[in-house]
Structure formats: structure tokens, C-alpha cells
């Protein structure tokens, strides 16, 4: 497993951007992977997760109705498109993988990509 997170950029408060996460290995279909972000001087937080087969997303509470997260198997690729963004969705995002089910928090990951920088300007 070889996580790749990308899609990051600066955008003005009320904008969007989608990341993607793209796996490498062979396995991408049978892994949960989760969205996590850690904004300046904040502890890293889990923002979205989604299981295999997309059938089943969790949503941190201050992205609900905002963000969308979604899975392509047949590209490796799980997105997180974000809208209606906010000063406060400044982080890093960075994506997790794990071969059992859903988690919320990131100790359940076994597997990481580098993280990509979103900044939003108020």
C-alpha cells in the first residue's frame, strides 16, 4: 500500500477543492481509508472515512453537509471534495488506509500518505 494524497491549494473562504488519494499497491479495493487534518498549532482530526465498497462514510461533525467523500476502485483513487469552505478548514489533509473495517481515529491506520496543504483565505 502506497498512499498519495494531492489536490491541496489555496482557495477564498466559500470555494472548493477536491483531494484525491491514490494508491499504488494492488489492494486499494479492499482497503478503508479515511481523511485526516491537522490544522497550525491543532492535533490531527479525522474529517471523512469511507469503508471498501463505499457503501458506508463517516463525517466529523464541523464538515457534515460541506464535504463528500466518495471511492473510485477501478482508479485506486478515494476523493474528498470539499465545499463551502472555511477559514477554519486550514490544515494539512492527509489520507490513511486500513484493511479492516471503517475507524474514526487515526490510531486504527495502519497505512499513510503525505499530507497536502489547504489553505482557505477569509
Known amino acids: 500500500v502506497q498512499l498519495q494524497a494531492s489536490g491541496g491549494g489555496l482557495v477564498q473562504a466559500g470555494g472548493s477543492l477536491r483531494l484525491s488519494c491514490v494508491d499504488s499497491g494492488r489492494t486499494f479495493s479492499s482497503l478503508a481509508v479515511g481523511w485526516f487534518r491537522q490544522g497550525p498549532g491543532k492535533e490531527r482530526s479525522i474529517v471523512a472515512a469511507i469503508n471498501w465498497g463505499g457503501g458506508t462514510t463517516y463525517y466529523a461533525d464541523s464538515v457534515k453537509g460541506r464535504f463528500t467523500i466518495s471511492r473510485d476502485n477501478a482508479k485506486n483513487t478515494v476523493y474528498l471534495q470539499m465545499n463551502s469552505l472555511k477559514s477554519e478548514d486550514t490544515a494539512v489533509y492527509s489520507c490513511?488506509?486500513?484493511?479492516?473495517?471503517?475507524?474514526?481515529?487515526?490510531?486504527?491506520?495502519?497505512?499513510w500518505g503525505q499530507g497536502t496543504l489547504v489553505t482557505v483565505s477569509s
Open positions: 490513511a488506509g486500513r484493511r479492516t473495517g471503517l475507524a474514526t481515529t487515526a490510531s486504527g491506520y495502519d497505512y
